[in-house]
């Protein structure tokens, strides 16, 4: 991202644009809590700090940084700053401060990024410190007034008390008063047993004007005087824009203007978004679509397989002992492929921005996981500067990755640059959207498990060839060239760490980075490392001759949090008893952004390739629980969209193009294909762990080794879809 | 020109008549709760009621809409009383990112309306929206909740 900062931005904009980079900045931040400078809200309700907003009524207004997505962070962050503040949870609304303030105030409200399972796990301490830090200056400020000693008044839900004399007040009638005073140096967090708002199922705060359509969405953005764009860029990844016919479409109706986008895209404004489309479509256009037209899906597979070939080169992730020598000399060995395709974020609602651009302001209106890239996208496609930007969040119909890029923000600006003071509004078709994704990446895995005389694996070649997000996307990230990342799952220590010891190990990559850009994408590299590992493992305990949940046990002796949330999940699903007539069994566990979690499915099979799954239990241990009721809802969540991309997803290619255009070739699940996801929660306290994504990683692989259990064979490549296999 | 009766309103509106209903909500009348998902009858996300009936208004013309009542989500409450499904999913929490909610409830409306008490079976064949979220179980369950109360 930030190797599209200009070099002539002024300082303020640089802060932004390696802010943008990762959420790793925010470590370390000194984030003021409030102070003698005192700042008012807009509706000039004093700021008790950056976090906390109280209004003469009481009403709490609670700051967040972070974006929500239907994630449910919004409310999580909200209760863990009222948790602290001890107000009345009925009196809290919460309330986006935009990039452009916050750099204005030195970044006061830290880093806006929401990727990674981080929008909790990532500010939940500086969150908690400033509804910790408010409380103390609220109650400091009701003490001086009635010159009584702080520590004796006491606060629960916003009022507060002093025993003695029998006095009390409410928030919002000390507010004015608590802004003015010195924060705090230190406060201290309560201990999260003690929680009485957080860690409760509390209801999502943004939910009514989800059922009655008054939910402002990017798409629905309204502006006096606004126009709307339709865009086309090159489906060739790599390709350009060489000409296109004006003249067949002037006089269309509604059409204002055709615009040229950068050096690959063109868009048309028109009244009605309805009325772009249409002209664009009718838009002869040529385009310049380079060599990268020559690659296909089968000439990537050549390639990725061409990396799983020991001589090629590879970057080593994690190893033990000398896997070649005792792969040589085992008693029995097994080797098996697998591979993983392209998938398309497919959010409900598809990619948009809407932009007004003067001569000296520059303005967007979108939803996005991350506001500060966003600004500091709007800053470049500008060319103005920081001063003189902003960006304005508004709800996105999902995002799972995707809307973490700026790609379609800065399409946005540059049309508006087209036509200063008019504001236009851009929205991706359903098909652009899906030719233009930022796709999870395509890899293939060869693993080669190895067995001493009394079936105990003893070696694991684990290697991986494929593609590399950080490549494309934060090459500052690289280690001498290595992607980390790629070793979500499989890593030897960290927050995606192997389950396992074996004695020898080799985990590797060959990385082999085709034209088509990767993204991350709802579980990252997590998705396929977690089929990967755990099929293979359920290959190797057939080929033992054991069970697959004992086999695993006995590698896990070292890694009890991985083993306890396996055995919550074959508890729950009750592997130790037969299943059901005609119902088979499959069991995976992983590790993932600071979470261990585990998943079982209970499927039939009829025909050989109908499958129905009657059950799925999922366990996570995310160290704590903000709120079950929503971290239910996106361990369910993750299922539904990691089995769509199990049965039904992967992104082809063919002509340097993606061939998927919709939701007919590229399809959901619906209810009827979803069973109700039993979740169990273990939370074991002392870390801080994602939920958003981690339980995605499970999906795929338990129900893959319950089809083994059911019909004997293996799959090894995704989707089912190019396999026969459906839903029954 | 196209007269169109949307919650009960008529309204006159200039737009050719092979414009698809789902944009002519949107853009000519402003009701932007209907949402744009797919534009091919694929994602439900679009559902409004034709005389009671759920229908994809991506895939309808206002030609061939007009002379019918249609209800969109802006209209599915009376006055200030929600309707039980919007009550319910407030109550059970079902929306995640909310974006196809507008068309599940639509389409849950429509199916109550006809089958008060559905069954998971009928659940299954009636409810056919995507929903990238993953919201499904939430949704069987707030339906099941309407059905018995
Ligand atoms: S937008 Fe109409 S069904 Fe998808
Ligand atoms: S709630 Fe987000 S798509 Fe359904």
Known sequence: MNKHVSPKMNRRAFVVGTAAVGAGLAIGLDLPFGGPAMVRAADGSPEVNAWVVVKPDDTVVIR?????????SLTGLAQLVAEELECDWSKVTTEYPTPGQSVARKRAWGDFSTGGSRGIRSSQDYVRKGGATARVMLIEAAANEWKVPASECTVAKGVITHKASGKTTTYGKVAEAAAKLTPPADVKLKDPKDWTIAGKGLLRLDTAEKTNGKMIYGIDVKLPGMLNAAIKDCPVFGGKLKSYDEAKITGMKGVKKVVKVGDTAVAVVADTWWHAKTALEALPIVWDEGENAKVSSESIA?????????????YVGNKNGDVKAAIAGAAKKLEAVYNYPYQNHATMEPMNATALYTADKCEVWCGTQNGEAVFAAVLEASGLSAEKCDMYKVMPGGGFGRRGQTDYVRQAVLIAKEMPGTPVKLLWSREEDMAHGRYHPITQCKMTGAFDANNNLVALHYRLSGQSILFSLRPEALQNGMDPAAFQGVAQSGEAAIGYSVPNLLVEHAMRNPHVPPGFWRGVNVNHNAIYMECFMDELAHAAGQDPLEFRRKLMGNHPKHLAVLNAVAEKIGWDKPAPQGIYRGIAQVMGYGSYVAGAAEISVTEGNKIKVHRIVASTDPGYVVNPAQVERQIAGSFVYGLSALFYGGCTVKDGKIEQTNFDTFNSMRINEMPKVESVMVPSGGFWGGVGEPTIGVAAPAVLNAYFAATGKRIRSVPLRDQNITFA | MANLT??????????????????????????????????????????????????RSCGVSVSEAEGKKITTIEGLASGDTLHKVQAAWIAKDVPQCGYCQSGMIMAVAALLAEKPKPTDADIDEAITNICRCGTFQQVREAIHTIASA
């Open chain 1, 64 to 72: 967040i940084a972070r974006s929500e997505m239907g994630q449910g």
């Open chain 1, 302 to 314: 050549k390639w990725l397989a061409e990396g799983l070939d020991d001589a090629q080169p590879a």
């Open chain 2, 6 to 55: 949307i919650n009960g309103k008529t309204f006159t509106l200039d737009v050719e008549p092979d414009t698809p209903l789902l944009w002519a909500i949107r853009e000519n009348v402003g009701l932007t709760g209907t949402k744009y998902g797919c534009g091919i009858a694929q994602c439900g996300a679009c559902t409004v009621h034709m005389d009671g009936v759920a229908m």
